[in-house]
């Protein structure tokens, strides 16, 4: 298990990255004084998402999506904490220090290199086969109508009939036992020893977005009983349920495609490559939560285009159940159904590019194959079927995140059912549930409250603050949150808003601090110095009119000594030359 990434690199991620420069490679910025502002991608309407280049922080007068560069990929990619660091580390090419609860002799980072590093060479002999050790293998692919341009951009190669190429290699490396294994490329018999996997196949180096080959995919050349095909065995960087074929190839076109076509197999997302339709295939398994995931981190359009087969009709209907929690009312997903025993690999080459193309731009809507695939062999005519359709229909229609999406759904199932009084049909629904409570973005303004604000802002004000324990020792509400801040400033002077705010992700302060970041105080830029000393004098007076309170509630109470008159005295001089 992977410990935790330490806050020093964080601190250093966040000091390489430009938040400028990340979020310009994914939409266009325009520069508006000091800072830039480009139209929202978070909702859809026309509110502008604001990026300061001091603080390295967005955020949007709309929806109030804020945050530093991990923030906005986990918003827009919709990536975790975790792989938003990763993603960063890999943009500026350096590796995650993770801190080890315990040693281990080869920690899972090393091997996850090792591994790759390996895959790659590998590919390197299987493309070397392709053309030099069977003249089968490379005319079948072009039989396939697959080119020699789209060979060498798909890095596809050969495996040969020997059982022991792949093995000799690895262990020429004088690498581990376990690496050998690791790789997925190696089998172990009864008797103990190693063989390849892999004999005389087709090979399809599986991609990761970053180019990162995490396996391999081989197709038989002969009629032996074995599979059609067969994929690496899973390993540190290898999970067949979370890979998608073609995703690095389709993002090197474009970082953000307008739509995505999924496709069933390794051939059809070749045959459509030759064409300039970029599609990802899912690797012989049936689509699940990460593969949605993954595919809307790419894009919000969606079109799924399986096989004319029974089992391509089978998980048409099974995609559809499975990405309705995933629609939001930005999403669109679509399906091309093609004729019976046809994929698209077929039919490209039968019918040509343009044929298949008007298919492509002419997919069917899910919510028409939605009420069509329910509501067939029903006669919406007898009440039973109308019943039969609203209780069929309205689990499903509940499981969608997208209110716009809900309120069409609902309305078209209406006139389907012919329910069309509002009140009877809300109560058919049963959808009106308590709303949340929305984040108050109202606070009150208050000394602590700007304090704290402006250090957010403007982290370099702690320096001003030479003694942090005499502040610790005030009486005043929030205190301790504004010397927090002051001893992580202390301690790392040079931190920037973005970099700070990172010391309280996931805390309850976490979400309060990111809108005190972004906190219009009215208070002019040239005006920040001496508003924050003026916030101090107002905190200090605030401290010693509690110490007035305290000795008059006890004098009233029990009366005072002489010290404590003396120190009563004292503070009132005090109160009196600080308001003068």
């Known amino acids: 298990m992977m410990g935790k990434i330490p806050k020093y690199f964080i601190q250093e991620l966040l000091e390489r990255t430009n938040i400028i420069d990340l979020i310009n490679l994914r939409f266009k910025l325009k ?139 690895i262990e020429k490396k004088k690498l581990e036992p376990s690496i050998l294994l690791d790789s997925g490329l190696i089998i172990i018999n009864k008797e103990k020893k190693f063989y390849d996997r892999f004999r005389n196949r087709i090979m399809f180096p599986i991609r990761d977005k970053y180019g990162n080959i995490n396996g391999f995919g081989g197709r038989k050349l002969n009629n032996i009983n074995q599979p059609k095909y067969l994929n690496s065995s899973e390993n540190p960087i290898f999970y067949k349920n979370k890979n998608l074929y073609g995703i690095y190839e389709l993002t090197v076109q474009t970082l953000k ?21 970029y599609a990802v295939a899912l690797l012989g398994t049936v689509i699940n939560s990460e593969h949605c995931k993954k595919l809307f981190q790419i894009s919000d359009n969606i079109i799924f285009c399986y096989d004319g087969d029974h089992a391509g009709k089978k998980t048409n209907w099974i995609t559809l159940n499975l990405i309705l929690p995933f629609l939001k009312d930005h999403r669109t997903v679509k399906f091309i159904f093609l004729p019976e025993n046809e994929d698209p690999s077929s039919i490209i080459l039968k019918e040509g590019e343009e044929n298949f193309k008007k298919e492509y731009k002419n997919p069917k809507y899910y919510i028409h194959f939605l009420f ?7 006669q919406l005519g007898k009440i039973e079927d109308r019943i039969q359709l609203s209780r069929l229909i309205l689990p499903l229609i509940n499981k969608i995140p997208g209110k716009n999406i809900k309120i069409h759904l609902q309305k078209l199932l209406g006139e389907k059912t012919g329910i069309l009084d509002i009140y009877q049909f809300k109560k058919l629904c049963n959808t009106l549930k308590t709303l949340k409570k929305p984040f108050n973005t ?9 304090l704290i604000s402006l250090l957010l802002q403007n982290p370099e004000l702690a320096k001003e603050i030479k003694n942090i324990k005499k502040i610790n020792k005030f009486h005043v509400v929030g205190i301790n949150i504004f010397v927090d801040l002051l001893k992580i400033l202390h301690k790392n002077p040079n931190l920037a808003t973005n970099q700070l705010i990172e010391y309280y992700r996931n805390s309850k302060l976490e979400k309060i601090f990111k809108y005190l970041i972004v906190w219009n105080h009215m208070i002019g830029k040239n005006k920040i110095y001496p508003t924050f000393l003026e916030l101090l004098k107002k905190i200090k007076i605030q401290n010693l009119e509690y110490k007035y309170t305290y000795f008059l509630t006890k004098e009233r109470k029990e009366g005072l000594n002489i010290t404590e008159k003396k120190k009563l005295w004292k503070i009132n001089q005090k109160i009196v030359k600080h308001k003068i």
């Open 31 to 169: 520069k508006i004084g000091e800072n830039y502002q480009a139209l929202c991608p978070f909702h859809h309407e026309k509110h502008h998402l604001l990026l300061s280049i001091k603080k390295q922080f967005f955020y949007c007068f709309g929806c109030k999506v804020h945050g530093n560069a991990i923030d906005f990929l986990m918003e827009y990619e919709k990536l975790n904490f975790l792989d938003s660091i990763t993603e960063l580390s890999t943009l500026h090419n350096i590796i995650i220090p993770f801190k080890e609860k315990k040693q281990k002799k080869l920690n899972i980072i090393f091997i996850k290199k090792k591994l790759h590093t390996i895959l790659s060479e590998i590919s390197n002999i299987y493309q070397k086969n392709l053309f030099s050790s069977n003249p089968i293998a490379y005319q079948y692919l072009l039989k396939r109508g697959i080119s020699k341009k789209i060979i060498y951009r798909f890095l596809l190669g050969y495996a040969t009939f020997q059982n022991n190429q792949i093995k000799n290699y």
């Open 257 to 277: 495609p307008k739509q995505i076509i999924v496709v069933e197999g390794y051939f059809d997302v070749l045959s459509l490559a030759q064409y300039n339709i």
């Open 372 to 378: 069509n695939k329910i509501s067939k062999n029903m």
């Open 442 to 450: 109202f606070i009150k303004k208050t000394p602590i409250r700007l």
